[in-house]
Each structure stands twice: as structure tokens, then as C-alpha cells.
């Protein structure tokens, strides 16, 4: 297995995550409009992007946990049964700590 090709997907898809949750965060934090129509049209955006900001911050935890096996040389074993996992199943899921039947 190509641990330090990777470990470079892994660095990249944290920058961009990164990059984007900042994005959320700025915009989350723009006045709202003193119309209150338009006012509750951007909170349902601002609700919106919360979710989305949670679920990449959720996806930049994965990462530094994967980044964290890559560092300890444990990275491409499952977390739970100790098996390999699959190159096909690295390569969607370059983050995943379990196994295909661990997964289950």
C-alpha cells in the first residue's frame, strides 16, 4: 500500500474542508437583515450551513485520526479486528478506520 500517497489525499481533502469551514464561519457571522422576512430566510440558510459545517468538522476529526495511524504506522489496519483493509475501500474511503465487515 502507498501510505504517503495517501497520507497527501488525506492533507488535501483536510486543507479544503478546513478552507471551506472557515467560509461557513464568516458567513455565519454577517449581520442578519433588519427585514424580518429576509431575516428568516437566512436563518434557515444559516441552519443549513451549521449542518453542513458540522459534518465536515466531523470529516476533519476522521482525518486527523487517519493522519494520527498514517503517523504511528497503524494506518491501513482496522481499528477494531486488526485486519487489513482493502485498497478498493481506502481509496473511497481514505479515512475509514474499520474493515468492511467491521463496518457493517
Given at each position: 500500500?502507498?501510505?504517503?500517497?495517501?497520507?497527501?489525499t488525506l492533507?488535501?481533502?483536510?486543507?479544503?474542508?478546513?478552507?471551506?469551514?472557515?467560509?461557513?464561519?464568516?458567513a455565519?457571522?454577517?449581520?442578519m437583515?433588519?427585514?424580518?422576512?429576509?431575516?428568516?430566510?437566512?436563518?434557515?440558510?444559516?441552519e443549513?450551513?451549521?449542518?453542513?459545517?458540522?459534518?465536515?468538522?466531523d470529516?476533519?476529526?476522521m482525518i486527523?485520526?487517519?493522519?494520527a495511524r498514517?503517523?504511528?504506522?497503524?494506518?491501513?489496519?482496522?481499528?477494531?479486528?486488526?485486519?487489513?483493509?482493502?485498497?478498493?475501500?481506502?481509496?473511497?474511503?481514505?479515512?475509514?478506520?474499520?474493515?468492511?465487515?467491521?463496518?457493517s
Open positions: 500500500m502507498d501510505t504517503a500517497a495517501r497520507k497527501k492533507q488535501a481533502r483536510r486543507i479544503e474542508l478546513v478552507g471551506h469551514l472557515l467560509d461557513v464561519e464568516h455565519l457571522d454577517e449581520q437583515p433588519k427585514d424580518w422576512e429576509d431575516r428568516a430566510s437566512e436563518r434557515q440558510g444559516d443549513v450551513l451549521e449542518s453542513l459545517g458540522q459534518a465536515e468538522l470529516e476533519v476529526r486527523d485520526a487517519a493522519l498514517v503517523a504511528d504506522g497503524s494506518y491501513g489496519s482496522c481499528v477494531k479486528c486488526g485486519a487489513d483493509i482493502l485498497p478498493d475501500r481506502l481509496d473511497l474511503l481514505p479515512a475509514t478506520p474499520f474493515c468492511r465487515n467491521c463496518a
